[in-house]
């Protein structure tokens, strides 16, 4: 018994030394608990429900521009813009580190892919489909489901408030399916825009970031369904979501035919190739996509209606703009048109950068020695940063608590920090469909519908991160009234 003892004792200390003292990172600072254990991110994540960006937003102040968070992959954490684009520049040589990714559970995905020449394959197919020119010509698709929603809106709730924040996500849901799969959800038609698939979203993001601490939790992938509504109801939406997709590729599998559509879809694109991918990358590549297409968008749209809706001078603003642009309502105005009004894009922009995106860092594995920000970082760091250090830096954005959608119009320079999307070769696929998407509902809802909030305070809008950015109090309420 001693002796196991001194053997645990020696083990001890030799790890106490080696990530403290002899570790090639030692010189950088940051908490000595964080060097000693990754528990410290996993406590920031799981145990404190998606607090990391919070904390890591205090150590900042503590310790300046870097901090050192981990000990078994060398991580550092970065919070200046300059370091940001050394990071995820084209320019950079660096991969994805699979240690992060690995617990979405879709490496055949452009999301998932490690090896740049996979992912620049895949973008490769997939790029022209997200193309400006392409959203261009299939802005009817999305002008259609906003259509949806406004009617949704007038019909249903005159005499009753409406979760805008579910509403959202249920039209950026049926946007994105239609666009990719020429068939949509109808999440629109849910009862309080409620679909399950959209619950089940939710609740996998969080779970996901508890199997990547604890990885013997990914047994809970092999569960059946009922064991699985048992321990989380809401997760029953993950299982329905690869249901509804896995009989869509096995019925074009067996019959490409059936790919007859009325226009290019995912599976046209990637079934066209001359190497086809397995049954399983195309489900886990139109997983992914719903999944970004879905929450993003949505959480954008959230964020600007209520800080419209709660400043009467800023939605007096744009509603004058709006109507002096358009001034039949009961005509259309085209994605193009919408771009060219300042103020509407200036509230666009706002949107995107106070509802961050991604908050929590995307960790990349340095392939060489590099320098970031004037710090000499050895090859084989692990190295990121959260968006959110860009969006929300003072220096950037003074008073960056403040929707303010004039700081677009007065320096157009701050574009090149307009990062929700990230940057380099692994920057949001779907970012040209997004933009269209934003300018199409908030320029047809505030044209056409007055609008009140309902209940709903700055509070609700706090958010924890795991992954993506998930709304801690009551969703953004109100109430709407068709202009006459």
């Not at 509603?319 to 193009?336: C, F, I, Q, T």
């Not at 509407?344 to 922009?349: A, H, M, R, Y």
């Not at 920057?427 to 040209?432: E, F, I, K, V």
Request: aromatic share 10%; proline share 6%.
């Amino acid at each position: 018994m001693m002796l196991l003892l001194s053997i645990i004792f020696i083990f001890c200390i030799y790890r106490v030394l080696s990530r403290l003292i002899f570790h090639p990172l030692r010189a950088f600072p940051g908490p000595k608990i964080a060097a000693l254990t990754s528990w410290y991110v996993a406590y920031w994540e799981t145990i404190r429900d998606g607090m990391l960006t919070k904390e890591l937003e205090r150590l900042h102040r503590i310790y300046g521009p870097v901090v050192r968070i981990s000990p078994n992959a060398s991580k550092l954490h970065f919070n200046t813009p300059r370091a940001f684009f050394s990071i995820y520049s084209t320019q950079a040589n660096v991969i994805k580190d699979r240690n992060f990714y690995w617990c979405f559970h879709v490496n055949d995905s452009v999301f998932g892919f490690t090896d740049p020449a996979l992912v620049k394959k895949r973008r490769d197919i997939l790029n022209p489909l997200f193309s400006r020119r392409s959203i261009m010509k299939l802005e009817n698709i999305i002008q259609s489901k906003v259509d949806t929603l406004m009617g949704i809106l007038s019909e249903e709730y005159r005499e009753k408030p409406v979760d805008l924040h579910q509403a959202f996500k249920a039209t950026a849901m049926d946007i994105i399916t239609a666009y990719c799969f020429a068939q949509s959800f109808d999440a629109l038609h849910s009862l309080g825009f409620a679909h399950p698939i959209i619950r089940g979203m939710e609740a996998s993001v969080a779970t996901n970031t508890a199997v990547r601490h604890l990885p013997i939790l990914v047994l809970l992938y092999s569960l059946p369904e009922f064991v699985m509504a048992m321990i989380n109801p809401e997760s029953v939406g993950i299982f329905r979501l690869q249901k509804v997709l896995g009989r869509q590729i096995d019925k074009i599998l067996a019959d490409p035919g059936t790919l007859e559509a009325v226009h290019d879809t995912i599976y046209h694109r990637l079934l066209e190739d001359g190497e086809r991918p397995s049954r399983k990358a195309l489900l886990e590549e139109a997983q992914t996509l719903i999944l970004a297409g879905t929450d993003t968008t949505s959480n954008a749209m959230t964020m600007g209606f209520f800080h419209i809706l709660t400043d009467p001078s800023m939605r007096t603003k744009l509603v004058a703009e709006l109507k002096a642009a358009w001034p039949e309502k009961g005509l259309r105005m085209s994605y193009d048109s919408l771009e060219k009004l300042p103020y509407l894009t200036g509230v666009v922009k706002e949107s995107l950068r106070m509802s961050i995106g991604v908050p929590v860092s995307l960790p990349r594995v340095l392939c060489a020695d590099t320098d970031i920000d004037g710090y000499s970082v050895p090859a084989g760091t692990v190295v990121g940063m959260g968006t959110s250090f860009v969006l929300m830096n003072e220096d950037m954005f003074p008073e960056p608590e403040v929707f303010n959608p004039d700081r677009w119009i007065e320096s157009p320079s701050l574009d090149k920090y307009l990062v929700p999307f990230s940057k380099g070769p692994r920057a949001c696929l779907g970012m040209n469909l997004a933009w269209c998407e934003l300018y199409l509902v908030f320029g047809n809802l505030f044209r056409k519908f007055d609008m009140e909030i309902y209940e709903t305070n700055s509070k609700d809008l706090s958010f924890r991160s795991h992954f993506l950015p998930i709304f801690c109090g009551r969703h953004l309420h109100a109430t709407v009234r068709e202009y006459q």
